[in-house]
Nanobody, 123 residues
Framework: QVPLVESGGGLVQAGGSLRLSCAAS????????MGWFRQAPGKERELLAD????????YYADSVKGRFTISRDNAKNTGYLQMNSLKPEDTAVYYC????????????????WGQGTQVTVSS
């Protein structure tokens, strides 16, 4: 069983919105922090946001703060990333992640990764 499956990516004009979804198995989702990364061609992978298992605590990268909102529905084992005011520089493959296994680096290490969904923002 694939641990995480993203959906909701696509092509949108600058200023538009998209909502990404991340469907997870119970084992992957329950009791674990989940988050979203993105990677654009030629750029390093970037942690955009994460949310605690209860949903009470969130983190946002400066690049998306005020525009993106992370949330989760524990009853459905699903996470979301609402993306508003999209810019061409938001174009990237977006990955859902779950379960932090290490915090020794600048960015937490996650155990589970989705396959990624492409988001393209046209100018």
């Amino acid at each position: 069983q694939v641990p995480l499956v993203e959906s909701g990516g696509g092509l949108v004009q600058a200023g538009g919105s998209l909502r990404l979804s991340c469907a997870a198995s119970l084992r992957t989702f329950s009791g674990n922090t989940m988050g979203w990364f993105r990677q654009a061609p030629g750029k390093e992978r970037e942690l955009l946001a994460d949310i605690s298992s209860s949903g009470s605590s969130t983190y946002y990268a400066d690049s998306v703060k005020g525009r993106f909102t992370i949330s989760r529905d524990n009853a459905k084992n699903t996470g979301y990333l609402q993306m508003n005011s999209l810019k061409p520089e938001d174009t990237a493959v977006y990955y859902c992640v779950a379960k932090i296994v290490s915090r020794t680096g600048m960015v937490p290490t996650y155990a589970y990764w989705g396959q990624g969904t492409q988001v393209t923002v046209s100018s």
